[in-house]
């Protein structure tokens, strides 16, 4: 169907009729549908306080008070939203809050570091790891049977590629006739000779 752009057709349409101007009733949008427009530093603040919370629902999974870790975990963001948005208005909390953006890689790495730390004091039975299963940490003894299966698997490894190699120099050692080298000697003699 083709599309009718002649200058009579054009000048026939007409826009929909205007409804009525909308009310203040009709205008005013519902808070789910206001997306408020956050500021980089606005952002930073409210990292820096999810970060804060991170370490101490860590903390609490170490000492085994998992149902606060869980609370933390489910509130926190909110609050670190709350708290961002209450420092553009009151300075102390921005001052603590731009402390902690500051600190906040630091705390990144903290929380990182910490299952690896506690890894390590697990192993050495300076810790119980299964108080601390949750985070991350796990038996030594469970630690030391992979590597082993790993270095054991290395080693069967090792010897199979060895085998193999072996094989293959028997194939090149044995002089056949189809085991010449091209000037004609076996390449049996011709491997000995490249060796020398």
Known sequence: MALDLSESRIKAATPPPRKSAPTARQTKATPAQVQSYVSPKQKDREEGANGLFQLAGFGLIVTKNYADAGAIGKHAPHIS????VLADKNEGVAKFLDYLTEAGPYAGLITACMPLILQIMANHNMIKAEALAGSGVVAPAALEAGVKADMAR???E??????EAEE??????????ESEAPNGESKAGWFQKSEA
């Open 81 to 84: 939203h709350e708290l961002a």
């Open 154 to 156: 290395q080693t069967a």
């Open 158 to 163: 090792a010897l199979r590629e060895q085998r």
């Open 168 to 177: 293959e120099l028997k194939m090149y050692a044995t002089p056949t006739p």
